[in-house]
């Protein structure tokens, strides 16, 4: 059964900082993997969505890699913004459907 | 943009009580899923439906659950008998291709809170 762990479980930096969130996958035959951003009491918001024969993806100030062999997915956000506080979300898309890691939740300070 | 919606946002009910949940999925999508939330948890998938038919269930999903699409813009999510244990944020999410490649959209939840 596919776990998803995502490492750290919370995070609290300055404004502007670079910061990087991490993924982890135990089964390595995933046909994508998506991050999604929550914000309090509301949905997911897609944020990118990584295909298996892909390495990376980027929209804006976001990039997520993936290394399939390893079983690892990153979220590189840069110059971070008060408005990037939220938990982010990684899942993955296996035999078994979508499962998700448990979340990062992300404070970025003014 | 188009987006799914679902209402209601908040559900209280008593336990043993039946509750429907509702889902205007985005329009030209194929492909319906719920997933819950408990309080602190990760989110799961319950259910995906495809031409009026579950096409997967999870271990969650048991005989206490069901979905239907009555017509051609709702999808819903019945628990007959209510536990204290299915209180939680329940997210319909649809797609437009219906592959596993496809980016799935997600509603804003209803929070169900069974006393």
């Known amino acids: 059964k596919q776990e998803v762990t995502q490492i750290p479980a919370a995070l609290s930096v300055p404004e502007g900082e670079n910061l990087v969130l991490n993924c982890s996958f135990t089964?390595?035959?995933?046909?994508?993997l998506q991050w999604f951003r929550q914000d309090p009491g509301k949905g997911l918001t897609s944020l990118l969505l990584?295909?298996?024969?892909?390495r990376e993806q980027t929209s804006g100030r976001l990039n997520a890699s993936l290394d399939k062999s390893s079983g690892r997915s990153t979220l590189y956000i840069a110059a971070s913004q008060p408005g990037d506080s939220a938990t982010y979300l990684c899942a993955v898309v296996g035999a078994d459907g979508l499962t998700f890691g448990k979340g990062t939740h992300l404070i970025i300070q003014p | 943009e188009p987006e799914v919606t679902q209402t209601p946002s908040h559900q209280v009910t008593q336990m043993g009580q039946e509750v429907i949940l509702r889902c205007v999925p985005i329009s030209n999508h194929l492909y319906f899923y719920w997933y819950r939330q408990i309080l602190g948890q990760k989110v799961e998938f319950l259910v995906s439906?495809?031409?009026?038919?579950?096409?997967?269930k999870s271990e969650i999903f048991d005989d206490q659950f069901s979905v239907e699409r009555p017509d051609g813009s709702n999808f819903t999510l019945k628990i007959r008998s209510t536990k204290l244990e299915d209180s939680a944020m329940y997210f319909c999410?649809?797609?437009?291709?219906?592959?596993?490649?496809?980016?799935?959209?997600f509603g804003p939840g209803t929070r169900l809170t069974v006393l």
């Open positions: 089964d390595s035959a995933i046909y994508n």
């Open positions: 999410a649809s797609n437009g291709q219906g592959t596993a490649t496809d980016t799935q959209y």
């Open positions: 439906f495809y031409n009026n038919e579950i096409s997967e």
């Open positions: 990584i295909q298996s024969s892909q």
